[in-house]
Antibody, heavy 114, light 106 residues
Framework: EVQLVDSGGAFVQPGGSLRLSCEAS????????MSWVRQAPGKGLEWVSY??????YYADSVRGRFTISRDMAKRSLFLQMDSLRVEDTAVYYC?????????WGRGTLVTVSS | IQMTQSPSSLSASVGDRVTITCRAS??????LAWYQQRPGQVPKLLLY???TLHSGAPSRFSGSKSGTDFTLTISGLQPEDVASYYC?????????FGPGTRVDVK
């Protein structure tokens, strides 16, 4: 059974940084593309970033501020978020595998506010 | 690639046939997925490749494609189908979602 456990969300001030994590199990993590998808309160889904063995992509809204990475040994996906803005406030979901998302974490809440 | 959806919301009776349309701003072949998100829950994959039903998704859900227009059909709306529905293109990055369609039962 595929499991994605995302964590790391917190309250942070504008301009601050945060690192989200997602622990994966139940599938071949090393060969699977993974994404972060976010959802602002009361709003729709927004794809944020994707990583695979051959590519890394970012949404325009986060490029240059967020960095996606993964640790194969720990079977973990990460999202380093710098220069956070109020508009980054959202539930962040770890999602996979591949370019569409059959598996989702439960989400972790990031609140950016002064 | 921009994705639009219509309508933004709808209300229908149990047993009704419901249709949601998603339009891509350029050709995406069949690289389109549909998701269901019930209130307070995590999104679930319903269909991928425009018309392939994901394992475990009810057979009353179906998808089709005509050019850059994609349709999600619910054949016989059920009370548990109250949710928001999102399309997503995965033809090329950024892998954009549509704005969503909220479905309620009268």
């Amino acid at each position: 059974e595929v499991q994605l456990v995302d964590s790391g969300g917190a309250f942070v001030q504008p301009g601050g940084s945060l690192r989200l994590s997602c622990e994966a199990s139940g599938f071949t993590f090393a060969t699977s593309g993974m994404s972060w998808v976010r959802q602002a309160p009361g709003k729709g889904l927004e794809w944020v970033s994707y990583i695979s063995s051959s590519a890394i992509y970012y949404a325009d809204s986060v490029r240059g501020r967020f960095t996606i990475s993964r640790d194969m040994a720990k079977r973990s996906l990460f999202l380093q978020m710098d220069s956070l803005r109020v508009e980054d406030t959202a539930v962040y979901y770890c999602a996979g595998t591949g370019r569409f998302f059959q598996d989702w974490g439960r989400g972790t809440l990031v609140t950016v506010s002064s | 690639i921009q994705m639009t959806q219509s309508p933004s919301s709808l209300s229908a009776s149990v047993g009704d046939r419901v249709t949601i349309t998603c339009r891509a701003s350029q050709a995406i072949n069949t690289y389109l997925a549909w998701y269901q998100q019930r209130p307070g829950q995590v999104p679930k994959l319903l269909l991928y490749a425009a018309s392939t039903l994901h394992s475990g998704a009810p057979s009353r859900f179906s998808g089709s494609k005509s050019g850059t227009d994609f349709t999600l059909t619910i054949s016989g709306l059920q009370p548990e189908d109250v949710a928001s529905y999102y399309c997503q293109q995965y033809s090329s990055a950024p892998f954009t979602f549509g704005p969503g369609t909220r479905v309620d039962v009268k």
